[in-house]
């Protein structure tokens, strides 16, 4: 089982507030991803790592921002969190270019 | 822009018996990696088999296996003897083997066990 971890597991807040998505791995992997999950739908890729100081957007266009200041570290963060983006965010890891994605257990977020 | 298809939304089996699971794609590459993963109600996402475009062999893994075609660009999943803790959505997903390592999910498939 991989080790990569997700705080809050479950977020209600109100509209306007700022929050941080965070995410975690202790498995030394060089890349991490978000990714976006309405309920019952595929997963959108909306940002990925491929080191420290390394960010780029993915396929979905997203308000979000990210940060990657150290190698187990991947937080996301809305300035200012509406109604749309109500949803499941998965965080997932891997090692090198070959390697298999490892996915936490996701944020669910809801804003009301 | 690779594209991954999942045609069967809900599929049901019974306890012990076997279901497969359809997942087609579109590539124009020729070396790439196939997934299955499993995401229960928990909601996180299991990896349950990979495959490699340039392995002829399917890939198994206990009562997983797929059916990789490739000129059919097609990846079924094969669940022997269902479980009760099979029940849960699966989504394909394709990768390019080329620098990026970003993954293309299907749709899902919402599998239901009934006992």
């Known amino acids: 089982e991989a080790d990569i971890y997700q705080t809050p597991r479950y977020l209600v807040i109100g509209t306007g507030k700022k929050i941080t998505l965070e995410c975690s791995q202790t498995?030394?992997?060089?890349?991490m991803y978000w990714y976006q999950q309405d309920p019952g739908m595929e997963l959108h890729l909306i940002h990925y790592?491929?080191?420290?100081?390394?960010?780029e957007k993915g396929d979905l266009s997203s308000e979000s921002t990210v940060s990657r200041i150290r190698t187990e570290h991947f937080p996301l963060t809305l300035e200012s969190a509406r109604p749309s983006h109500t949803s499941q965010y998965l965080c997932?890891?891997?090692?090198?270019?070959?390697?298999?994605?490892?996915f936490g257990p996701g944020t669910r977020l809801l804003v009301l | 822009a690779q594209t991954v298809t999942q045609s069967q939304p809900e599929m049901s089996v019974q306890e012990a018996e076997t279901v497969t699971l359809s997942c087609t794609y579109d590539?124009?590459?020729?070396?790439?990696?196939l997934f299955w993963y499993k995401q229960p109600p928990s909601r996180q996402m299991i990896l349950v088999i990979r495959?490699?475009?340039?392995?002829?062999q399917n890939a198994t893994e206990n009562r997983f296996s797929v059916n990789f075609q490739k000129a059919a660009k097609s990846f079924s999943l094969k669940i022997s003897d269902s479980q009760l803790g099979d029940a849960a959505m699966y989504f394909c997903?394709?990768?390019?083997?080329?620098?990026?390592?970003?993954?293309?999910f299907g749709g899902g498939t919402r599998l239901m066990v009934k006992p």
């Open positions: 498995m030394g992997h060089d890349k």
């Open positions: 790592s491929y080191g420290v100081n390394s960010t």
């Open positions: 997932a890891s891997s090692l090198g270019v070959s390697e298999t994605q490892y």
């Open positions: 495959q490699e475009a340039y392995k002829q």
């Open positions: 997903a394709y990768r390019s083997a080329g620098a990026g390592n970003m993954l293309t």
């Open positions: 590539t124009s590459e020729s070396d790439y990696y």
